[in-house]
C-alpha cells in the first residue's frame, strides 16, 4: 500500500439525485502538505466530511497506518488524530482561548475528575508559545482577529496530538503578511511530522507550499502528481477540462469618453490626495497590498464612509455623495468583498435579494409580486444563476452563484459606474470565469468599472489601466500590455521597502 498514513480507496458518496463522489482515490504521507483542489462541487467538502466522520461512504474503504477504519463521528476522528480548521473558525467568541482550545476534551484532576483550570491554562499558553502568538490565554475569543482565530485552531488540533491536519481556505481572510506567518507555521508542522491536506482555490498558494497535488471534477478523481512535475495551467486544465489563457475572457473594447473622475479625494488615516478618471467602457483596476486604502476609497466613492476633501465627478458634474442612497441614484454602484455579510440576504430568496436595491421603484402600497418575480427572473437567465428557482434561498447557493446575485442586485439599480471589490473572492475557477465574462458585457455596454482585486494575474488580464495603491497613496499607474506582476509588487510594497530588503 506504501508509506501512507491516510488512505481513501474508491470512495462514492450518494445523496438524493446526486453522486457527490465516485470512486475516489486519496493517499497522505506522514510529514507531507498534500493539496487537494477542485472547483465548487466538485466533491472537496464531501471528501473531508467522510474523513472527518461527518458523512459515512456509500461505498470504499478507508485505511490509517494501514488498517481498515470506519468514523462513526467527528468525535471518532479526532481521537483517532484526524483534525479540521475551516475557512470560518468554529469559535466560541465569549469564552476564554483557553477554553476554546480544550473544548470538548478539557484536561481533568485525575482524583476529583473536575476541571483543571490551572493545567489548561498553563498547556494552552504553551502551545500559543509554539505558534508564536504573545496572548493571554484566558483572553475572550471575541478580542482576537481573524488570522489569530485561525492559529487558536490550529492549537486546538495539536492539543487533540493531531496526526492529520485538513485546513479548508485557511488564508480567505489573511492579509499577506497574516499568510506568510501561517505558512511558516505550517511548514513546522511539516517538518515535525504532521501531515496536512490543504484546500485553496488560490493556486499560487498550493504551488508555493505543496509537496502534491490531487485535482477533483464534478465527484471523481482526476489526477495526483507531485507539485514540481505540473504548472499551474495543467492544474487548472484538470480542474475545468480547459487550459488557464481561457479562464480572462478579456474583450478588447476601446474606451469612449471621460465618464468619472475623483480629484484629490482623502480621508484622514485611510488614503490621501487621490485622483483619476474613468472612461466609459473602461476597466480600471486598483491593486495593493491589504490596508493600502483601495475598500476604504471605494467605501468613500460609494457614500459609506465620509472624505474629508476632494470632490467627486460624474459626467462633468460634481457629485454630493453623503450616503450610499445619493451614490445609487447618481448611478454609482458597488459590490462588497464580504459578500454575504454586506452584500446579501441569507435567509431570504433570490427574487427578494435581486429586487433589494429596486424596491423603491414599484409604485405600489404592497410589493408587486409578480413584477418583483418578472425582474429577478430576467436576471437569472441573464446572469445564467444556477439555481432551482428564484425563490430558492440565497444562501443554498453555490459561492459563485452568490455572488452573480449580488451583481445582479447591482445591475438591476442600471449603474453607470461599478465598483467591484475582491469580486472572484472564493469562488472556483469555473465560476470566476463566468464572472469575468459578466463584467466584460458590462463594460460592453458601456459602464465604467472599478475592479480591485488581491489577484495579480485577474488585475493584468481584467484591467485596461492599473493603479497601484501602498500606503493611501497611488504610487504607480499602468496600461494593459506594460506590466508585470513583479512590478505591481514593487509599487505596492513602496520603493523604500525595496531599498531596505536590498540593503
Not at 487533540?160 to 503578511?177: F, R, W, Y
Not at 507555521?185 to 505543496?210: C, M, P, Q, T
Request: glycine share 8%; charged share 20%; net charge negative.
Amino acid at each position: 500500500m506504501g508509506n501512507y498514513i491516510l488512505e481513501l480507496h474508491n470512495l462514492t458518496k450518494r445523496f438524493p439525485g446526486v453522486t457527490a463522489l465516485d470512486q475516489v482515490q486519496f493517499q497522505l504521507k506522514p510529514g507531507e502538505i498534500h493539496a487537494l483542489v477542485g472547483e465548487n462541487g466538485a466533491g472537496k467538502s464531501t471528501l473531508i466530511k467522510i474523513i472527518t466522520g461527518v458523512y459515512q461512504p456509500d461505498q470504499g474503504q478507508i485505511l490509517l497506518n494501514g488498517e481498515p477504519v470506519s468514523f462513526a463521528g467527528p468525535i471518532n476522528a479526532q481521537q483517532a488524530g484526524i483534525a479540521a480548521i475551516y475557512q470560518d473558525p468554529t469559535t466560541f467568541v465569549e469564552l476564554s482561548i483557553a477554553e476554546n482550545v480544550f473544548m470538548g476534551h478539557p484536561i481533568l484532576h485525575p482524583k476529583s475528575k473536575r476541571i483543571n483550570w490551572q493545567a489548561m491554562h498553563n498547556t494552552t499558553k504553551k502551545l500559543l508559545q509554539e505558534l508564536e502568538l504573545d496572548i493571554d490565554p484566558d483572553t475572550p475569543m471575541k478580542f482576537l482577529n481573524v488570522a489569530e482565530r485561525q492559529l487558536i485552531e490550529i492549537a486546538k488540533a495539536l492539543s487533540l496530538h493531531s496526526k492529520i491536519l485538513i485546513m479548508d481556505e485557511p488564508t480567505s481572510a489573511l492579509t499577506i503578511q497574516e499568510t506568510k506567518r501561517l505558512f511558516d507555521i505550517i511548514n513546522r508542522l511539516r517538518a515535525s511530522g504532521v501531515a496536512i491536506v490543504f484546500i485553496s482555490h488560490r493556486l499560487d498558494e498550493v504551488f508555493e507550499l505543496a509537496d502534491r497535488v490531487t485535482v477533483l471534477r464534478d465527484g471523481k478523481y482526476i489526477g495526483t502528481h507531485n507539485i514540481n512535475e505540473v504548472t499551474v495551467d495543467k492544474v487548472i486544465q484538470m480542474m475545468v477540462g480547459r487550459p488557464m489563457h481561457e479562464m480572462y475572457p478579456k474583450t478588447t473594447i476601446e474606451p469612449g469618453p471621460e465618464l468619472f473622475r475623483v480629484e484629490n479625494l482623502t480621508r484622514h488615516g485611510d488614503f490621501f490626495n487621490i485622483s483619476f478618471s474613468l472612461r466609459r467602457g473602461e476597466i480600471l483596476g486598483i491593486a495593493g497590498l491589504v490596508g493600502a486604502g483601495r475598500t476604504e476609497l471605494a467605501e468613500a466613492i460609494f457614500g459609506i464612509t465620509r472624505f474629508n476633501q476632494g470632490t467627486i465627478w460624474l459626467d462633468q458634474k460634481e457629485l454630493k455623495v453623503r450616503s450610499p442612497h445619493d451614490a445609487l441614484s447618481a448611478g454609482i454602484a458597488y459590490l462588497p468583498e464580504d459578500r454575504q455579510r454586506c452584500g446579501l440576504v441569507l435567509p431570504m430568496n433570490i427574487a427578494s435579494n435581486v429586487t433589494l436595491s429596486i424596491l423603491e421603484t414599484f409604485k405600489y402600497r404592497l410589493l408587486n409580486k409578480p413584477q418583483e418575480c418578472l425582474i429577478a427572473q430576467q436576471f437569472v437567465d441573464k446572469l445564467d444563476i444556477r439555481t432551482s428557482g428564484i425563490m430558492q434561498l440565497v444562501r443554498n447557493l453555490s459561492g459563485g452563484n452568490q455572488q452573480k446575485v449580488v451583481l445582479a442586485k447591482w445591475m438591476a439599480t442600471k449603474p453607470r459606474v461599478l465598483i467591484l471589490d475582491e469580486p472572484t473572492k472564493g469562488i472556483d475557477v469555473q465560476a470566476k470565469t463566468a464572472v469575468y465574462g459578466l463584467i466584460n458585457n458590462l463594460a460592453a455596454e458601456g459602464l465604467g468599472i472599478i475592479l480591485i482585486s488581491s489577484e495579480l494575474p485577474e488585475v493584468i488580464c481584467m484591467s485596461d489601466r492599473i493603479l497601484v495603491m501602498h500606503e493611501g497613496e497611488i504610487a504607480a499607474e499602468f496600461e494593459r500590455g506594460q506590466v508585470t506582476q513583479e512590478q505591481i509588487l514593487q509599487a505596492a510594497i513602496g520603493r523604500r521597502q525595496l531599498e531596505a530588503d536590498v540593503s
